[in-house]
């Protein structure tokens, strides 16, 4: 009955994409660009992405959106900085788990280190690749030519094995054409409403059903990489993400284990990065519902959402000056904390939200 | 052979005896930590339900921070 229920949400899911994008096309048609010039600046993109997911708490669902909102015409480029601020936000969940450990001096050093590890590497991540991306748009250029290796209508295209599109589009076609007699905008704005609500409910319901059908999988994975390598702990952690939907819910859970001294924080650290590769699966996901041109861009989105945390694991981890950055990060902004508890709520207003608000409203008064 | 190369000698078993030992202490160190860590990962529904209550940690931390407010106010 669960997995049937679980099925439900995810065709739920998948039509509420198509939806958001139909929605978006009806209300801004020819004038996307234009409707989201405001974050045309990366940095504002960013922010968005950051804001949005750490107040949703689901980098899943703000990435959904963000595959809806660019097969309803979003640009690609726009995109591309949302996801990667949809990766910061999404670690203010684990970070608000660490707090349950506060009365325990040690124990709370070690677990608000385990959990603002995962912080520090999106932030590192971002500071190499955004620039980069903005310099040169690699990411947008692969994410690109693998989408049309994919999509592109090639002899080597996957199109034809798409059964998820004629599966979606009868449900997508009752929204457009109820939501659509309002008059474009109105029907458009109601159809994108109405969209992220039901992502919303089906990625937090799909996430609580999967916990408990999960659980003893997850044990079992786990159990099979202990005293194994860092690329192990990487493959975990993205297995159990997939298997869980959840990259927040991955490395909460490895905060209490830290916290109580049974696993270090060099040990959990590669496991904490598969979640970000395991957490793409749902933005791929809500790729494959596409129809019509901006499928793959939608793909093409999806892709670099991948990419990005792909390259990003294998650059900084790859590299031992760079990976020892978020370690030592954690570890002193953990011994600062203990000193002083106003740290880690100065830590969390800052970095999740007054950080980015400064951010915007600076880039809006001086016009960058 | 001379005093110094007995010695030294005596010295190198030694070392090499210390460095087995140490080794096979590292050993059972460590099987002992995974045995910790299979433990923990029995009870990780533990766990999950820290997960599914962290809201009320924001609250705690409220209590907490008000009480290191007054204690740094002087009030």
């Known amino acids: ?368 | 052979m001379s005093t110094l190369d007995n010695r030294k000698e005596e010295l190198s078993n030694r070392i090499q005896e210390l460095e087995t030992a140490l080794g096979g202490l590292k050993s059972q160190l460590h099987e002992i930590e995974e045995i910790e860590q299979h433990e923990a990962i029995d009870n990780l529904e533990r766990y999950l339900d820290q997960v599914d209550h962290k809201f009320r940690n924001l609250g705690d931390l409220w209590t907490l921070l008000v009480d290191e407010m007054k204690g740094l106010f002087g009030r």
């Open chain 1, 1 to 368: 009955m669960q997995w049937l229920s679980i099925v439900a949400l995810v065709y739920m899911l998948l039509v509420a994409v198509s939806v958001i994008g139909g929605g978006f096309k009806l209300a801004a048609g020819e004038q996307a660009r234009s409707l989201f010039e405001f974050a045309s600046n990366p940095i504002a993109g960013l922010v968005i992405g950051t804001v949005a997911t750490a107040l949703i708490q689901s980098s899943s669902t703000v990435t959904s959106i963000i595959v809806g909102l660019v097969a309803g015409g979003l640009p690609v480029t726009i995109a591309i900085p949302m996801v990667m601020g949809a990766n910061i936000g999404t670690t203010i969940t684990n970070t608000i788990v660490s707090l349950g450990h506060l009365k325990e001096g040690e124990e709370f050093r070690r677990a608000f280190a385990a959990a603002t590890i995962h912080d520090f590497f999106n932030v590192v991540s971002v500071l190499i690749f955004l620039p980069l991306e903005v310099a040169f748009g690699v990411l947008d250029r692969i994410g690109g030519f693998l989408a049309n290796l994919m999509l592109g209508g090639d002899s080597m295209s996957m199109k034809g094995l798409n059964f998820v599109k004629p599966l979606v589009k009868p449900s997508v076609e009752i929204f457009e054409q109820t939501l659509g007699g309002f008059g474009s905008t109105a029907g458009g704005v109601s159809m994108i409403a109405i969209g992220i609500v039901l992502i919303f409910v089906s990625i937090t319901v799909i996430g609580k059903l999967l916990k408990i059908l999960m659980v003893g999988r997850a044990k079992q994975i786990l159990h099979a990489a202990i005293g194994h390598g860092p690329v192990t702990g990487i493959g975990t952690g993205t297995a159990i993400t997939v298997l869980v939907q959840s990259s927040s819910t991955t490395t909460s859970l490895i905060v209490p284990l830290v916290g109580t001294g049974v696993f270090s924080l060099r040990q959990i650290y590669p496991f904490t990065l598969g979640a970000n590769i395991g957490t793409c699966i749902t933005g791929l996901l809500a790729a494959t519902a596409i129809t019509g041109a901006n499928a793959v861009l939608a793909l093409q989105i999806a892709l670099i959402h991948l990419l990005y945390n792909v390259i990003g694991v294998v650059v900084i981890y790859g590299t031992p000056i760079l990976r020892e950055l978020p370690v030592m990060a954690a570890e002193k902004l953990a011994e600062a904390t203990i000193r002083n508890r106003l740290y880690a709520a100065a830590y969390i207003v800052s970095v999740f939200f007054l950080i980015p608000s400064v951010i915007v409203l600076g880039s809006r008064l001086f016009g960058i």
